[in-house]
């Protein structure tokens, strides 16, 4: 049987095989993952048709493939696994170290979430060297983290024993500093290539105003708990509030939720709002579909199920494509402000900020308020400024007084 790359979509050219997890020879169950795709968007898994096993690798490691490329050569049937070395074995074998025992060196793969796949993929991170802290010894991301912490405070690459006794000699007798070299990740690539593409494309300009979020954070606290039992355990945040904010706005600003084809510009009847999230391979987009017809429990749920799938690398290109306007929360981190970036073809990326108490004069009098910045990076284009300021200011209204949104006012 032949094991072929999955058929990509029109927006996707290529792929680059990730990682393979399993060997020449070793034996596998139906629906095992024998190897993952990453693309520009997403990492695809390719898994096991039937009981069988790899016979031969055609595409290694690194190496690009197109739609239906063939990968490997499969064998179906039933039997034990055949003790052959993966690369990294052979490469250590080859390498004559002398460190590691036999034991060590035909030690079995541990079983490792997604996540922790790619992120040890990523870093370097050997995970026969990984003891595994979730249940039934699971390989976590925190478990990679760990490991990638601790070889940072040695100061060797980490999963890379055999390197590591000649890497900190080299440290003492030479006195220089260690630096690692990793690929970018095809991910981090067109990302880098989309937000550089967006700045040299665009008119883009940012705006500012500053939110009062006192009113739903009084809502929120006086709901929360009844807002959860009602709806199974599905938590109220503060970003459903701005994306129903936001979809309210976008109606009455049209251009805000348009986008540019060429020479014509694309005004569309619906609202799909991008919510940047992020996860192990960086920062990802995921589209919340017709937000301006779901509740606010639907949409907490949606963008509770997009972080599980990000941290997970489980998002598929459907949760990717598309979208008309896109929400950014580095509040999450920390940040006070910040100007966003478009995500082509949108016109307008709306950024939130940290929440603070600042003092604020309201009627005469200086009181502590719960303060957030709010950014609107715009196209120019086809975007004035005006109306990209009537546009936040409108947001910012409905933010402070919700009820606006309900009497549609």
């Keep these: 049987m032949e094991i072929k790359a999955p058929v990509f979509p029109e927006s996707i050219a290529d792929g ?99 996540a922790a796949r790619k992120l040890a993929e990523e870093s370097g991170v050997d995970l026969r060297g990984i003891q595994g802290s ?31 006794t000649q890497s900190q000699a080299a440290m003492v007798e030479t006195g220089e500093r260690i630096e690692r070299r990793v690929p970018m990740t095809r991910l981090r690539a067109s990302i880098a290539k989309r937000l550089v593409d967006a700045q040299q494309t665009a008119a883009m300009l940012t705006t500012f105003n500053e939110v009062d979020m006192s009113a739903i954070m009084s809502l929120r606290a006086q709901y929360k708990e009844a807002f959860e039992k009602a709806h199974s355990g599905t938590r109220l945040g ?73 941290q997970n690398a489980q998002l598929s290109i459907e949760d990717m494509t598309g979208g008309t306007f896109t929400i950014s929360n580095g509040g999450v981190f920390g940040s006070m402000l910040s100007t966003p970036i478009l995500n082509p073809p949108q016109t307008a990326i709306l950024g939130m900020h940290k929440i603070q108490d600042r003092p604020m004069a309201i009627d005469g009098q200086v009181v502590v308020r719960p303060m957030m910045y709010l950014a609107l990076s ?19 209204d409905f933010l402070e007084e919700p009820a606006r949104i309900l009497l549609d006012i």
């Excluded at 715009?378 to 910012?396: M, N, P, S």
């Design 16 to 114: 680059e095989v990730a990682s393979w997890h399993v060997a020449e020879g070793q034996w596998v169950s139906r629906d095992e993952i024998l190897v993952d795709i990453e693309t520009d968007k997403v990492v695809l898994e390719v898994v096991a048709p039937a009981p069988g096993r790899i016979t031969k690798i055609v595409k290694t490691t690194g190496e690009t493939v197109l739609s239906e490329a063939l990968l490997a050569e499969f064998e179906a049937g039933e039997g034990e696994a055949i003790s052959v070395p993966s690369d990294s074995t052979e490469m250590a074998a080859d390498a004559g170290d002398s460190s590691m025992s036999g034991s060590e060196v035909n030690r079995p793969m541990p079983v490792a979430s997604p």
């Design 238 to 310: 503060f970003m459903s509030f701005f994306v129903r904010a936001c979809t309210e706005a976008l109606k009455r600003f049209p251009a805000v939720n348009a986008s540019i084809d060429g020479n014509d510009i694309v005004y569309h009847g619906y609202q799909d709002v991008g919510v940047a999230v992020s996860s192990p391979r960086g920062l990802v987009v995921p589209v919340i579909r017709d937000a301006d017809s779901l509740t606010l429990a639907e949409v907490e749920e949606q963008i509770k199920i997009f972080g599980e799938k990000a």
């Design 378 to 396: 715009y196209d120019h284009r086809l975007i004035d400024g005006q109306e990209a300021v009537r546009f936040l200011v409108t947001v910012k």
């Design 134 to 164: 979730g249940k039934s010894g699971l390989v976590t991301k925190e478990d990679i983290l760990s490991a990638v912490a601790k070889a940072q405070d040695i100061g060797v690459p980490p999963g890379d024993p055999a390197n590591q």
